[in-house]
């Protein structure tokens, strides 16, 4: 079992809907969370990051943690064209001097059409 | 503003041949790392760097060598290709540790085919 699973999609819907991309995870010991996008051809760019369990918005992209469930999940309202792109989640637990690898989903592709 | 550049961004090997992908990062960061991505396993790390000098394995780090001679650039070695290492590889940089939810930032991308 992989220590984060991601449905890969795709996903296609149309502009205006609320977007809903979830992230699993096994590892309990995992407590910053975050959520990477990426366009095609490109390297990944940080969209939100989450510390613990909780919520975080940042304009239309709210992000949410829930460690009980190990569950992480990032919501896209008002979704645009311009979303368009794969969606990565990652994770990494704290273990003071080391690297505190992160641990990549292996993306959601959506699109987002006009 | 560069970020991290990464060169060659496209290339094509023969079975057993060597090459090295250069990545060069302007934001005087301290950590680096080598990446590969392939479709359906997502992003595994190959190497990192924590400081000019140092390089330690990652996920991933068979069939593969680095150096971080200076600490701007981060070189990625393949002695010997294999087909298996046919792959998008990405550079990136931080300031300080992954965990710490400062930002990563990553190259471009380097096509990588070997036959």
């Known amino acids: 079992q992989k220590e984060v699973e991601q449905d890969p999609g795709p996903l296609s819907v149309p502009e205006g809907a609320i977007v809903s991309l979830n992230c699993t995870y096994s590892?309990?010991?995992?407590?910053?969370f975050m959520w990477y996008r990426q366009y095609s051809r490109k390297g990944p760019e940080l969209l939100m990051y989450?510390?613990?369990?909780g919520n975080k918005e940042d304009g239309r992209f709210t992000a949410q943690v829930d460690k009980s469930s190990k569950y992480i999940s990032l919501f896209i309202r008002d979704s645009q064209p311009s979303d368009s792109a794969t969606y990565l989640c990652a994770m990494s637990d704290h273990r003071g001097s080391t690297l505190g690898r992160l641990y990549f989903g292996r993306g959601t592709q959506l699109t987002v059409w006009p | 503003n560069a970020g991290v550049t990464q060169t060659p961004k496209f290339r094509v090997l023969k079975t057993g041949q060597s090459m090295t992908l250069l990545c060069a990062q302007d934001m005087n960061h301290e950590y680096m790392y080598w990446y590969r991505q392939d479709p359906g396993m997502g992003l595994r790390l190959i190497h990192y760097?924590?400081?000019?000098?140092?390089?330690a394995k990652g996920e991933v780090p068979d069939g593969y060598n680095v150096s971080r001679l200076k600490k701007q650039n981060f070189l990625l070695g393949l002695e010997s290709a294999a087909p298996s290492q046919t792959s998008v590889y990405f550079c990136a940089s931080s300031r300080d540790r992954q965990h710490s939810g400062n930002t990563i930032y990553f190259g471009e991308g380097s096509w990588l085919t070997v036959v």
């Open positions: 760097s924590v400081g000019e000098g140092t390089t």
């Open positions: 590892n309990s010991a995992f407590q910053y």
């Open positions: 989450t510390y613990s369990s």
